[in-house]
């Protein structure tokens, strides 16, 4: 599997870190939903309307539930003083335990109200109290619909815990985001193979426990436990890593956002990290939003950000000025706001194009924003997921007034397959982006000057502005990278056909960087 930048001990990492963020997520959801499954069933007038509330939060896409749960947890935290975690694995169980309340409080209620009165009348009779009877009648005749019900738990928990990637929590989904990004189909397949095998591994050793209690069978019961137990003895195993083990240094962790060139480069500032000395984890696929606050809050000490959507999200200023003046206004106001440093500009621009296929554009007489404004009725939109609910988009609409016949969001892979095959007329492409020369595609003019600049920048956290020789490792990447190199590099990852890894990628940028002359030395902003 190297051929894909993925060992099997990279492999078998993320299969450990999915089951025991799932295992802990299920385990969660009985602890709370068995004491509401009870109450629900005991209190029919409050049983209904708590079964409303869990049912109403299933219906909640599982990814904006784990993306809920990381604003409300760093809320918390500037609230209380506390050093509440707000990405990774609490945001993650939390959400994840929340999706596997409904089928285990279901359950737990059909269950207890599916006793035969009889026996309930008996267990009266004999004198029992409410809680010998739970313990002693209830709860051992319903016990396998209840495990039925976690059963399903447990079953969506392993799907849905692949989503955990995008609020940077370890699990199988990094290979499924990563793989769907880069084109590399065959990463996921093997995301979506080991997730799928994990669910079902999982389901068959709670089959033999739901079977054992229902037939009363000791060796069902005893297999499907001992199982059980295997499992999550695995989930704690030490999986050798070299560079963990044998490093004392303090771990850097990296963060990346959703697309190639973001990999691409996390990788190429881990490799700088590692060779100084550094222990390194990742943080990938990260939306804007998430990706800049878990810097400010400390959760993430290193990524790359643009100018122009630091500009637009983070300051909310709508005006465009020189890329200098925006950088110098960034580096101060990130500095006193969030106490971010931004060490300085990679060397090129990724900003967001307007971009057509050449004989399209031609054909239609488009040569800029303006003229595609003219035309935007008879045209189809495909974007990126961002996009239209960006600033920038409000600020095309504000001076260009385009009408599209429709306007479409899709992951940026899927965006440029929608202008390939037809289903889009116009993209809004990145201009560092190797697919833009591949599929000769051309870049619209923007005379009104809708669109900001997008230096592509390194941010580090107060913490690591203050390590001399974490800035000294970064900073020969400072003005290193030339637009044409960085495009090559984007291509190499993101073609079909003699199709490079992340980590291949971003070995062959390492050895094309540009050495910094004295003047792009001097744009550092620290």
């Known amino acids: ?53 869990i049912s109403l939060l299933q219906t ?8 809920l749960f990381y604003p409300l947890l760093l809320f918390l935290a500037h609230a209380t003083g506390l050093p509440i975690p707000a990405l990774g694995f609490l945001p993650a169980l939390l959400a994840l335990s929340v999706y596997a309340l409904l089928p285990i409080v279901r359950n ?18 004999l004198g029992m109290t409410g809680r010998q009877r739970l313990v002693l009648v209830e709860l051992p005749l319903g016990a396998p619909v209840i495990l039925a ?38 990463r996921v397949l093997i995301g979506c193979i080991a997730a799928a095998a994990l669910a079902l591994l999982v389901d068959f050793m709670l089959a033999l426990i739901e079977a054992g209690l229902a037939r009363r069978s000791r060796w069902r019961l005893g297999a499907g436990v001992v199982f059980l137990l295997l499992a999550t003895a695995a989930t704690f195993l030490p999986i050798s890593d070299a560079i963990r083990s044998d490093s004392p240094a303090r771990v850097i962790v990296v963060g990346a956002k959703n697309f190639s060139e973001q990999y691409i480069l996390a990788d190429l500032i881990e490799r700088r990290l590692r060779a100084a000395g550094y222990r390194t984890e990742r943080r990938d696929n990260l939306g804007s939003a998430i990706a800049y606050r878990a810097l400010a809050a ?34 101060r106001e990130l500095a006193r706001r969030d106490k971010v440093l931004l060490l300085g500009g990679l060397g090129f621009e990724n900003a967001y194009a307007f971009a057509m296929t050449r004989a399209r554009a031609q054909k239609l007489g488009i040569t800029n924003l303006a003229s595609l404004a003219r035309a935007s009725p008879q045209l189809r939109l495909a974007t990126d997921l961002e996009f239209l609910n960006r600033p920038e988009w409000h600020a095309v609409e504000g001076r260009y007034h385009p009408a599209f016949r ?11 397959r929608a202008l390939s095959d037809g289903s889009a007329d116009v993209i809004t492409a990145f201009s560092s982006d190797g697919r833009v020369a591949a599929m000769d595609l051309v870049t619209l003019a923007d005379p009104r000057g809708a669109l900001p600049h997008y230096d592509a920048v390194i941010l580090l956290t107060a913490r690591g502005a203050r390590d001399d020789r974490l800035v000294a490792a ?3 990447l400072i003005g290193a990278i030339p637009i044409e190199t960085m495009r090559e590099a984007n291509g190499m990852a993101d073609r ?22 004295n003047q792009n030395r001097s744009r550092a902003y620290h």
């Open 406 to 416: 429709q306007a479409r969001p899709y992951s940026p892979t899927f965006m440029y």
């Open 298 to 331: 400390g959760d993430i000490d290193v990524y790359v950000d643009y100018s122009g959507t630091l500009w637009a999200n983070i300051l909310r200023r709508t005006d465009t000025p020189t890329a200098k003046e925006m950088l110098e206004v960034l580096a």
């Open 60 to 67: 909640i896409p599982g990814l904006a539930l784990l993306a």
């Open 496 to 517: 079909d056909a003699g199709k490079w890894t992340v980590a291949q990628t971003a070995a062959w940028l390492a050895t094309k960087l540009a050495v910094p002359s």
């Open 149 to 186: 019900g976690i059963r399903t738990a447990a079953v969506w928990t392993i799907g849905t815990a692949t989503l955990a990637t995008t609020i940077g929590q370890a699990s199988l989904g990094d290979l499924i985001f990563s793989g769907l990004q880069t084109e590399d189909w065959r």
């Open 1 to 53: 599997m190297h051929d894909l930048g993925l060992s099997l001990v990279d492999l078998l990492r993320l299969v450990q870190a999915h089951l025991f963020l799932s295992g802990c997520a299920v385990v969660t959801a009985i602890v709370l939903g068995l004491p509401i499954a009870i109450l629900a069933a005991r209190h029919r007038r409050l049983g209904a309307p708590l079964l409303g509330l």
């Open 474 to 476: 970064l900073q020969p």
């Open 108 to 125: 737990g209620v059909a269950a207890i109200r599916g006793i035969d009165p009889a026996l309930v009348e008996a267990a009266n009779g």
